[in-house]
């Protein structure tokens, strides 16, 4: 709790509370929104926007793992890997003669142990960066999901477990109500819990951290751990949706996650951000994809637009950073050390 | 005179009225990636007859060749209540979900060149006949490896249904004693990417050194190896066949890399899927065998009864493009 008493020394007012990057989000997210229901007459059908959501969120269950794993200051890009591998696994367990849950449990299962895997390596060998270790193991996850499938589609499943990418629970997708309770669960994680203090205080100074008592191998391996399940969860609902599986699907992923986990404000040095940001991004690019693709614009020019939009809020957050506007971050992560010099930004 | 040019602006009112109360009656295709010529080919032939019947075409492909992005993008045309879907999938089965979503929503779906499960569309555009196709290839690689030797096959993605369906046709054709020399070692996956594609043919060409002839059944693919043995070259000793557009062809065919191969003109089977779709909204034909219709240009169809237990509708047999003939053709497609 002491920390929140120096977090005191900054006082809230109105002008800073506006300031921060999510009202920006917020901001970007209405303007998408007015700009797609000018461009398209069918844009503002509820039905069609809340359904439509289920084509994206199956990739938003990596975005919040990875903002704890970007505010540590780490990276991971193993995760559409994992998805693969995990997927893969599933399909040929179930049609090995697996029961369908016991498929699913072993998907969930084999994505925890990939994110694990990554966490063990990192904390043992020291000396490695995050890049190099899941670069390694992104080709590694991806190689074994190739020789158990080779270069085929497996899939088959049972026609209920289409309803996880499908089904509709009251007219709500039940995907977007699994994501907002997961969304949720690691809300609370890094903003109301000593674990995710530990999280800030890594990212903004490990050797702080660890010489303030913080057993920071064990955080690590958690987050990598909770990246892999979700990386599994992931591939639950791609699954789902497909109807069959084959290794190379999520291809590309990991490079969307960590443009929505910037895009939503956290920051790549580590130590701040919040998971509200990352949101709202997976939001604004979902929609700005299903809104030019009402109005049938060509897939590279989806791309070129995805891509302006990422450099321009970085670069709008950045030198919002370096200039004379306070620095967003929430009350519980600000430190009034960061263990760096001035000079370092 | 007077009377011709009354009945002129008259047509021409009607259209413009119809053009603009019918804003709903578009008709999209959605082809399985950005950046093939194939493709591109097919799309525009589709586009020209939907737009000489007087509608709207939607033209979509995504920039990966996966169903995952197919999936978004027809959901993107429901929520349009475009008129007609006409689909080249990327997977046989994984867009079944959402193709039964946009018959419920009153689209019209058919595929088109790479089919579909029969249980998510109402009929199938297809190029020619597979059997024949399959029959073909194995044919063409065995006069021109003179009847022994081993053959791999470079195929599109490990889920294009067309793909799948003239490779088994291809190994049923392998089984006769004619080929008993013959030897099937592989078949590779380029995914109808250039680049993997090329890394393809080059690990075919590592792996089996005493390798006769590639059968490609695929237009990036066939590009691709074209390249790969020209720049190695192993002209004469490793031959090469399959399915290429001729524009991307010519330099391989007149240079001897391959000495012949086959395919229907692209736009065809674009401008016969356009018909299909207006009539299927007309309500003319409802997809099932012994339908009727008539295709602008290329004339009447018959629906008939498809393989894979679905319905389909046959374009016409296969062209053979050779170094006698590719100078005509390499400047239309």
């Known amino acids: 709790m002491s920390e929140r008493t120096i977090s005191l020394d900054r006082p809230r007012s109105l002008k800073r509370f506006f300031f921060q990057w999510e009202w920006l989000l917020v901001l970007i997210f209405l303007l998408v929104n007015v700009i797609n229901s000018g461009l398209s007459r069918y844009y503002l059908n509820f039905r069609a926007l809340i359904g439509s959501t289920n084509s994206f969120l199956d990739m938003a269950f990596l975005v919040m793992p990875m903002t704890f794993v970007i505010i540590l200051g780490n990276i991971d890009i193993s995760v559409a890997s994992t998805v693969a591998l995990s997927a893969v696994t599933m399909a040929v367990g179930f049609n090995a003669g697996l029961p369908m849950p016991l498929a699913m449990l072993l998907c969930l299962v084999v994505a925890t142990v990939c994110g694990l895997f990554n966490g063990l390596i990192l904390v043992r060998f020291k000396e490695l960066s995050a890049v190099i270790v899941t670069l390694a193991t992104m080709i590694i996850y991806r190689g074994i999901a190739y020789v158990i499938l080779q270069d085929q589609a497996s899939g088959h499943f049972p026609q209920w477990y289409n309803y996880l990418a499908w089904g509709n629970f009251h007219h709500v997708p039940f995907i977007l109500i699994v994501f907002a309770v997961c969304a949720l669960a690691f809300g609370l994680l890094l903003h109301r819990t000593s674990f995710g203090r530990k999280v800030f205080a890594m990212g903004n100074n490990l050797t702080a951290a660890r010489y303030s008592g913080i057993r920071t191998d064990s955080v690590i391996v958690w987050v990598s751990a909770l990246t892999g399940l979700m990386a599994g969860f992931t591939a639950l609902f791609l699954t789902s949706r497909m109807g069959s599986t084959r290794p190379n699907v999520a291809q590309g992923y990991e490079l969307s996650v960590i443009a929505m986990v910037v895009l939503g404000g956290v920051s790549t040095s580590g130590g701040s951000g919040r998971i509200g940001g990352p949101i709202l991004a997976v939001f604004i690019i979902g929609y700005l994809n299903y809104g030019l693709g009402l109005v049938n614009t060509t897939a590279n020019v989806l791309l070129i637009i995805i891509g302006s939009l990422l450099i321009l809020s970085v670069l709008v957050l950045n030198v919002r950073l370096g200039g004379r506007i306070p620095r967003p971050s929430s009350p519980r992560a600000i430190k009034p050390d960061r263990g760096r010099t001035p000079d370092e930004k | ?333």
């Not at chain 2, 007077?2 to 804003?23: C, E, Q």
């Not at chain 2, 493709?39 to 709207?56: C, L, N, R, V």
């Open chain 2, 1 to 333: 005179m007077r009377k011709s040019l009354v009945k002129m602006v008259m047509v021409l009112a009607i259209t413009a009225i119809a053009a603009t109360s019918l804003v709903a009656q578009s008709y999209a295709i959605v082809f399985k990636n950005t950046g093939n010529p194939y493709g591109e080919k097919q799309m525009s032939g589709f586009k020209t007859g939907i737009e000489e019947q007087g509608f709207q075409a939607i033209l979509r492909a995504p920039d990966q060749p996966t169903a995952e992005a197919q999936i978004a993008i027809i959901q993107q045309l429901i929520a349009q209540q475009v008129a007609s879907i006409c689909i080249v999938g990327n997977d046989f089965d994984a867009l079944t979900p959402v193709l039964q979503q946009a018959t419920a929503a009153g689209i019209k779906v058919f595929s088109l060149d790479s089919s579909v499960n029969p249980a998510a569309r109402l009929t199938h555009v297809n190029q020619a006949d597979s059997v024949k196709i399959g029959q073909t290839l194995v044919q063409a690689a065995y006069d021109m490896i003179g009847g022994k030797g081993q053959i791999a096959i470079l195929s599109a993605t490990s889920q294009a249904s067309n793909q799948n369906l003239w490779i088994s046709y291809m190994k049923q054709e392998l089984q006769l004693p004619k080929y008993k020399n013959v030897q099937l070692v592989k078949v590779a996956y380029g995914d109808d990417l250039r680049d993997k594609s090329v890394s393809e043919t080059e690990g075919l060409l590592k792996a089996y050194p005493n390798l006769k002839c590639i059968i490609a059944p695929t237009t990036v693919g066939i590009a691709a190896a074209g390249k790969v043995l020209t720049d190695k070259g192993l002209k004469g000793k490793v031959f090469l066949t399959g399915l290429g557009l001729p524009s991307e062809m010519a330099t391989y065919i007149e240079n001897g890399v391959c000495p012949y191969m086959f395919l229907w003109n692209p736009i065809d089977v674009g401008y016969l899927g356009s018909y299909v779709a207006t009539a299927l909204v007309k309500g003319t034909i409802k997809g099932a065998v012994g339908d009727k219709f008539a295709a602008g240009r290329l004339g009447n169809y018959t629906i008939t009864k498809a393989p894979d237990g679905g319905t389909e509708v046959l374009l016409g047999p296969p062209f053979k493009f050779d170094a006698k003939n590719i100078g005509d053709w390499k400047t239309v497609y």
